[in-house]
């Protein structure tokens, strides 16, 4: 059972296309890497996956609903979404941050609010001292870590992850990488994350989709692509490490 299926997709913004005859299907509990190199739709494909761009054909199934006839609001409500930039608001607090799904959608329970943002903060090692502080008072990487228990608040089944620690130095990306890893060993999401790292994606991935100029060149675990690239262009990616 597909928990995330996109079938035969064409996906443009007005005259160009993007993705055509684009299909996945994602299993509950994967942790997939959707990799290639800029531009090749890896973005278009994630905001499908969540309705922020509908598609011009093809089908979108989130959860065992056609995104079509859904409700999008109650549907991103189950979805984290991650992106590079963190999205943070400036002039919230890091605790007003966490919480701002919660308070979004009405949850009146202030002490259970103030719980969850003490348990994700411990979650994503970050000082409870921080939650008071504001993002600009924060290093990138704990403001990446801020992203991350934000995209948490709801315990969404589903996380999406654009290039989430692109902007970050090595050292941090490598901690915030065994983070995600961990997260996702305990709390077993579906993560679908996007990058353009191929060692990102052979260290995190339990799958790896290589994308190229709109299409899904190869498909498959860590070791299938590693032992057998599909394509030269796999090859390179994998060689130029
Ligand atoms: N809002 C937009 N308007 C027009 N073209 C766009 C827009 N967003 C992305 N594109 C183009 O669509 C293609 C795929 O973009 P994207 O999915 O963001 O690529 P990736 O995330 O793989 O770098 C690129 O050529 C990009 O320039
Ligand atoms: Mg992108």
Redo the contacts with the bound molecule.
């Keep these: 059972m597909s928990i995330i299926s996109l079938t035969d997709i064409t996906a443009s913004?007005?005259s160009?296309g993007?993705l055509k005859h684009f299909s996945l299907d994602i299993g509950q509990g994967e942790f997939v890497m959707l990799i290639?190199t800029?531009?090749?739709?890896?973005?278009?494909?994630l905001k499908l996956m969540n309705g922020l761009l509908k598609p011009d054909a093809g089908r979108v199934v989130v959860n065992g609903k056609d995104l079509a006839d859904t409700d999008l609001t109650a549907l991103r409500r189950k979805l984290g979404y991650v992106v590079q930039e963190t999205g943070l608001f400036p002039h919230l607090t890091i605790e007003k941050n966490i919480s701002y799904v919660a308070d979004l959608y009405g949850k009146r329970d202030k002490k259970a609010v103030r719980e969850r943002v003490s348990q994700l903060l411990a979650l994503v090692e970050l000082p409870e001292e921080v939650r008071r502080r504001y993002p600009d008072e924060l290093s990138g990487g704990q403001k990446q870590r801020v992203g991350i228990a934000r995209a948490l608040m709801n315990s969404p089944e589903i996380m999406l992850m654009d290039e989430p620690f692109g902007a970050v130095d090595e050292i941090t990306r490598r901690r915030l990488q065994e983070e995600i890893g961990r997260i996702h060993r305990q709390q077993k999401e579906t993560i679908v994350f996007?990058t353009h790292d191929i060692d990102e994606a052979l260290r995190l991935g339990t799958r790896i989709v290589v994308?190229d100029e709109g299409k899904i060149i190869q498909d498959g675990t860590p070791e299938e692509i590693r032992a057998n690239p599909a394509t030269d262009f796999v090859k390179k990616l994998i060689s130029d490490r």
């Design positions: 913004y007005g160009k993007v290639g800029s531009g090749c739709g890896k973005t278009t494909a996007v994308m």
